[in-house]
């Protein structure tokens, strides 16, 4: 098995890639999302926000960068910045747990974001 850290890694270059079918398999089927915004659960609420997030990314002028990286056992934490063509993402924060499978069971995310268009 792949450890939380190599987990997160393939995470990531699946949202390079903008693969949003393996970033929906890659969530357990019974995984929860929780984010400022509401609890997302299972792979089809999930899809819907990884469909948005993608779509947000996808637009010239993106920016991404990961401040801090870091994972210990089934949990892995990701802190980023970055810039889309609607909003300024100061700073971000993401946690994943991962099921034994490899399977992401838990995902949080908050960040605070400034709309450049208000």
């Not at 637009?59 to 990701?78: D, N, Y």
């Not at 499978?101 to 949080?108: N, S």
């Amino acid at each position: 098995m792949m450890s939380s850290d190599e987990l997160l890694t393939a995470e990531l270059d699946r949202f390079g890639k903008g693969d949003i079918d393996a970033m929906v398999e890659a969530h357990a089927p019974d995984a929860s999302f929780i984010t400022p915004m509401g609890i997302m659960r299972g792979r089809d609420q999930i899809r819907g926000m990884i469909e948005a997030v993608l779509d947000e990314f996808a637009k010239p002028g993106m920016r991404f960068e990961i401040v801090h990286k870091s994972a210990s056992g089934p949990a892995a934490l990701l802190v980023w910045k970055g810039e889309t063509a609607d909003n300024v993402y100061e700073f971000a924060v993401e946690t994943y747990v991962f099921a034994a499978d490899g399977k992401i069971a838990q995902h949080t995310f908050a960040a605070k974001a400034v709309p450049k268009h208000q």
